[in-house]
């Protein structure tokens, strides 16, 4: 059997795979990409995020407006009540800027918006926080919860890895090594219902359905989306995998 990707990565569960070195996913000029797992739910680079070569090839974006936009994959990413995140990256710049955004505007019965994230802070540290409130009285419904993990490298790429697992346990992962396993979400925050604009963003959140906010100055070298939350072993396996690229 045959693959668009390398059959070292961990391939269960595999709903989004970026990677700009494979030329079946983007090539210098476009301004889409090609996901390659099975699913195929291709995205579009947006307001100037760009195929870039510098060290070798990748996703540019300026930490200003722009985001990679990886369309609706709500129904898919929670069908199984848990998920992980599994990103190469590099940070440029010294603003905030998120990782990964999934943002619900629920209609009905009133409106609610509904994030999960992981953002980068001017520490150098990556929160992991998610909320439920309403569009219009952030005070009314109002919930959050957020956690710091150790410290990431500026002006060098790294491996980042989060994993929720039904029970709303987190557990983060720098370079493949666990960085913490004690945090858990509130299961009330793991439902999410697919209404309106839920649309899954890479290096931005937004505070409207299509407006950028808080986007990340970096470089994308690898994205992995999975609808199941990874081993410890996983994990791994995928950091070993893709580590040579960057002389780890």
């Known amino acids: 059997m045959s693959f668009n990707f390398s059959p070292k990565i961990v391939q269960e569960g595999l709903i989004l795979y970026i990677d700009p070195v494979n030329k079946n996913c983007i090539t210098s000029g476009e301004t889409a990409y090609k996901d ?61 800027g998120d990782i990964f955004n999934i943002k619900e505007f629920i209609s009905l019965p009133f409106n609610i918006r509904h994030d999960i994230g992981a953002y980068i802070e001017t520490s150098n540290q990556i929160y992991i926080w998610t909320r439920i409130d309403t569009v219009l009285n952030q005070n009314n419904g109002w919930s959050q919860v957020s956690r710091s993990v150790g410290v990431v490298p500026r002006n060098t790429p790294f491996c980042f890895t989060l994993t929720v697992n039904t029970s709303g346990r987190i557990s983060i992962y720098i370079n493949g090594v666990l960085d913490n396993n004690t945090w858990s979400l509130s299961s009330s925050l793991l439902n999410i219902i697919d209404n309106v604009g839920s649309d899954f963003w890479i290096f931005s959140n937004r505070s409207a359905p299509t407006t950028p906010s808080f986007s990340l100055n970096g470089n994308l070298y690898n994205f992995k989306l999975y609808n199941k939350s990874l081993s410890q072993i996983e994990v791994l396996q995928n950091y070993n995998s893709l580590k040579n690229r960057f002389g780890l």
């Open 36 to 96: 390659l797992s099975k699913l195929k739910s291709d995205g579009l680079l947006v307001n100037g995020a760009a195929y870039d070569n510098s060290f070798f090839p990748n996703i540019k974006t300026d930490g200003v407006n722009d985001y990679i936009n990886a369309n609706n994959l709500t129904t898919e990413l929670f069908k199984n009540n848990e998920y992980s995140v599994d990103v190469w990256m590099q940070i440029n710049g010294v603003n905030r």
